[in-house]
């Protein structure tokens, strides 16, 4: 039996790698002894391009194709084999972040960047089972982000917002993957309500 994707997804200072961490210890997660990973990978050749790109000043078309090769190798390394062996894989990012964040990245190159990447990826990509959207205004994420000391170009306000405004298209044209999670609240509380939804979810399946 094939087992299930489930992702995790929001704008940069919405708090879903640290919900993420904390599922990994979470007992009631931990009994179905899911596979945790992430965009982009870490530790791979792919990753690490990708991450360089991110920090440097890399034309952003390169830097999407640099993203799709990473996410090709996940799947080959990670995704693919896992579920096959029926296991449930939790992502930190994914193909959606891809669509929105390069929908807004190449809007100088294209005259449809999200429908452009959403065709590029149509034919070999896993759609996830299930998809949480941390959902927060920038504003907030900003000030989470400063205080971490991470500023980058993909931190900016104006940027995020419109980010944010594609991953809800994304989550309404979705309903029936997509759940959406008020990230302002605390990690614990948040944490509490993805794992709800997961057991939820999976008792279902």
């Not at 870490?42 to 391009?49: C, E, F, I, S, V």
């Not at 990826?121 to 998809?131: M, Y």
Request: hydrophobic fraction near 35%; charge should be neutral; glycine fraction near 6%.
């Amino acid at each position: 039996m094939r087992g299930k994707l489930i992702t995790l997804e929001g704008i940069d200072g919405s708090g879903k790698s640290t919900v993420a961490g904390k599922l990994q210890e979470n007992p009631a997660i931990k009994a179905f002894e899911p596979v945790f990973t992430r965009e982009p990978t870490k530790g791979t050749l792919t990753g690490d391009a990708v991450e360089k790109a991110i920090q440097s000043d890399t034309d952003q078309l390169a830097e999407l194709f640099l993203f799709t090769a990473d996410h090709a190798e996940h799947l080959a390394k990670i995704v693919k084999p896992a579920l096959e062996k029926g296991k449930i894989v939790i992502s930190d990012r994914y193909s959606d972040s891809r669509y929105a964040y390069q929908g807004i990245t190449l809007k100088t190159h294209l005259e449809n960047p999200l429908e452009w990447v959403k065709n590029l990826h149509r034919d070999w990509t896993i759609v996830p089972d299930l998809t949480f959207l941390f959902d927060i205004r920038p504003e907030v994420s900003i000030q989470r982000c400063g205080k971490r000391g991470e500023q980058s170009k993909f931190e900016k306000i104006e940027f995020l917002r419109k980010v944010r405004e594609i991953f809800l298209r994304l989550a309404r044209e979705e309903p029936e993957r997509f759940i959406i999670i008020d990230a302002s609240r605390s990690p614990e509380y948040i944490e509490k309500e993805v794992t709800e939804k997961i057991l939820e979810f999976l008792s279902r399946n």
